[in-house]
């Protein structure tokens, strides 16, 4: 079975995590991020997310709620049934 590898940031380890988890207590906007990021331009669902994550969808809609907020994901809804693109934003490089 091939694996595959995702390159990340060394802000997304060495800062955002504590920031997610330990200041803004969302370890699961962190696991969101996570998946958003090695899922770069991908149409997700709650479900698929929470799936994919092992966190409840209403623990995903939070999350990407959260995440939008602190503008860390874009988030493009094409219609209200059909499942949203995420894309991950890397304020840090500017």
């Not at 991020?33 to 809609?61: K, M």
């Not at 209200?80 to 934003?89: F, K, S, T, V």
């Amino acid at each position: 079975m091939a694996m595959n590898t995702i390159s990340l940031d060394r802000y997304v380890i060495e800062t955002l995590m504590g920031d997610l988890v330990g200041h803004d207590r969302r370890p699961s906007a962190f696991l969101v991020y996570l998946l958003i990021e090695a899922s770069d331009g991908a149409a997700l669902s709650y479900a698929s997310i929470a799936e994919r994550t092992g966190l409840s969808r209403r623990s995903c809609q939070a999350a990407v709620a959260h995440l939008e907020r602190r503008r860390l994901i874009e988030v493009v809804r094409r219609a209200e049934n059909e499942a949203a693109i995420y894309r991950p934003l890397r304020p840090w490089r500017r």
